[in-house]
């Protein structure tokens, strides 16, 4: 469950908090391969920040500014696909289509036993 502090932390700071979160795994954002072999706790890391970032790309707008060149946010759809991709190859299934909304509700299916 994603937290209203979260969500207004990420509103107020993202880009510092992104990068607090996510630059342990810098090598690990490079290639969904490369995030299927961190271990489950580091994944759901970069899970629950993905699905922050998608929020508020959705209602506060805050997401990679392309005009900007300092800004440093990994575009919220670019991480979205790479933790999807990433977790079909952990859990070993074939890709599915992604039909948006909430990612800790759709990592959690991919990783559900068959």
């Given at each position: 469950?994603i937290?209203?502090k979260?969500?207004?932390?990420?509103?107020?700071?993202?880009?510092?908090?992104?990068?607090?979160?996510?630059l342990?795994?810098?090598?690990?954002?490079?290639?969904?391969?490369?995030?299927?072999?961190?271990?489950?706790?580091?994944?759901d890391?970069?899970v629950r920040w993905?699905?922050?970032?998608?929020?508020?790309?959705?209602?506060?707008?805050?997401?990679?500014?392309?005009?900007?060149?300092?800004?440093?946010?990994?575009?919220?759809?670019?991480?979205?696909?790479?933790v999807l991709?990433?977790?079909?190859?952990?859990?070993?299934?074939?890709?599915?289509?992604?039909?948006?909304?909430?990612?800790?509700?759709?990592?959690?299916?991919?990783?559900?036993?068959?």
């Amino acid at each position: 469950m994603i937290e209203e502090k979260e969500l207004a932390l990420a509103v107020e700071h993202p880009r510092g908090t992104e990068r607090r979160r996510l630059l342990p795994y810098r090598a690990a954002l490079q290639s969904p391969s490369m995030y299927a072999a961190l271990a489950e706790a580091d994944r759901d890391v970069i899970v629950r920040w993905a699905e922050i970032r998608r929020r508020i790309a959705g209602s506060h707008g805050v997401d990679n500014d392309p005009t900007n060149l300092a800004d440093p946010l990994i575009p919220a759809e670019r991480l979205r696909a790479l933790v999807l991709a990433g977790e079909n190859i952990a859990a070993g299934s074939i890709a599915q289509s992604d039909h948006g909304g909430d990612l800790l509700a759709a990592v959690a299916r991919l990783r559900a036993p068959r």
